[in-house]
């Protein structure tokens, strides 16, 4: 599965959430550890889901850059 992901910075440190998967979230003190810590989280929130047998969502969020004059 391909799931949407939002990566922020906030000054200190990263953070993530993926919108698709409400309550999955991650930090991180780079890009690349926040990157590595939501696909940890995603593949630990579906292990969960699975386990309490819960549906598992189906990733429908779409990501699109729109440009505008600064």
Same mark, same amino acid.
């Given at each position: 599965?391909?799931?949407?992901?939002? !990566?922020?910075?906030?000054?200190?440190?990263? =953070?993530? %959430?993926?919108?698709?998967?409400?309550?999955?979230? &991650?930090?991180?003190?780079?890009? #690349? #550890?926040?990157?590595? =810590?939501?696909?940890? &989280? !995603? #593949? %630990?929130?579906?292990?969960?889901?699975?386990?309490?047998?819960?549906? !598992?969502?189906?990733? =429908?969020?779409? !990501? #699109?850059?729109?440009?505008? &004059? &600064?």
């Amino acid at each position: 599965m391909r799931y949407a992901v939002v !990566i922020e910075h906030g000054g200190a440190n990263y =953070s993530a %959430f993926v919108p698709d998967l409400p309550g999955c979230v &991650a930090t991180g003190a780079s890009l #690349e #550890e926040t990157e590595r =810590s939501i696909r940890d &989280a !995603i #593949e %630990f929130h579906l292990a969960g889901l699975r386990e309490d047998g819960l549906p !598992i969502p189906q990733p =429908s969020s779409t !990501i #699109e850059y729109v440009e505008v &004059a &600064a």
